[in-house]
């Protein structure tokens, strides 16, 4: 019947000890209705798990894990899912977590979403034209994204982007990414807390290039190159709790549109030192 249709999935496993899933073509799911369908591949509650070199399109999510430890995401093509992956509920208890090398491209949704997680390393994906983040991080905490690709994510400008750091994320790394071409913002620190990013080459964003957002405070934005933007770095709110204690060091601000930089919180309670840019707020917090 259509409820069994909605719910299957394509490839399921449970309560495991170590498995492999690899070198998979996996469609169909619901063909353009990628939201209605099951997952392409789905683990739950397991330990030591490869999911390699599959290539899933047309599912919920073309990878969803819930409560695996052990887990090795490598070298998968992710396409036209509503998400590219969804992997929840996992630590690094029984060994070392990594996504890597995935391409994630044309999902309605997210590209590489990653909740409630203590432990993980993302590195080296490219995630391109997904329709809301290219990597969505949100109660998480001690995951290093490094070195990926982040390209042309986001249909709506005003809250899409490329990599984003939410809901209370704590204790997380963003260093060395490529982030351009997204229709908002390029990297935004939102709600979360002593998360630092690092090292990154942020250009050509809709937005803002790095934001720092509503309660996002004790966070460290060190040394990347935010340029031709709209503006380079932004800390601002929607809800009246300020950015607040945040270092901004060393960074190199330049050709964005509207400012280099600019901080909405006039107790200037954030610390901004030795940044280069052109431009900046009138507040007098910025150097």
């Not at 996504?99 to 995630?127: C, K």
């Not at 954030?270 to 150097?287: E, K, V």
Request: proline share 1%.
């Amino acid at each position: 019947g259509l409820g069994d249709v909605y719910k299957r999935q394509a490839v399921s496993i449970e309560y495991f000890a170590a498995a492999s899933i690899a070198e998979n073509t996996i469609s169909g799911g619901l063909v353009g209705q990628p939201s209605g369908s099951g997952s392409g591949i789905r683990a739950f509650a397991g330990i030591n798990l490869s999911i390699t070199d599959n290539r899933i399109s047309d599912y919920r999510e073309g990878i969803a894990t819930s409560f695996v430890s052990g887990l090795t995401i490598g070298k998968n093509k992710l396409s036209a899912n509503n998400n590219g992956m969804q992997i929840e509920f996992s630590d690094s208890s029984y060994g070392v977590n990594v996504i890597e090398s995935n391409l994630t491209v044309d999902n309605l949704n997210t590209g590489i979403g990653i909740a409630s997680v203590l432990g993980m390393t993302v590195r080296e994906n490219r995630a391109w034209s997904n329709g809301v983040f290219g990597i969505d991080v949100k109660m998480a905490g001690s995951i290093q994204v490094l070195a990926n690709d982040i390209k042309g994510n986001g249909v709506d400008a005003s809250f899409h982007g490329g990599i984003r750091i939410a809901e209370q994320a704590q204790g997380n790394m963003v260093v060395a990414n490529n982030v351009k071409d997204n229709s908002g913002f390029g990297i935004v620190v939102d709600s979360a807390q002593f998360n630092r990013v690092q090292d990154n080459i942020v250009k050509n964003n809709g937005g803002a290039g790095i934001v720092l957002f509503n309660a996002a405070s004790s966070n460290e934005i060190i040394s990347n190159v935010s340029k031709d933007n709209q503006i380079g770095i932004l800390s601002v709110t929607s809800t009246g709790q300020l950015p607040q204690f945040n270092q901004i060091f060393g960074n190199e601000l330049k050709g964005n549109l509207q400012l280099d930089a600019a901080d909405v919180d006039p107790a200037c309670s954030n610390s901004w030192l030795n940044n280069s840019f052109a431009t900046s707020s009138s507040n007098g917090c910025i150097q």
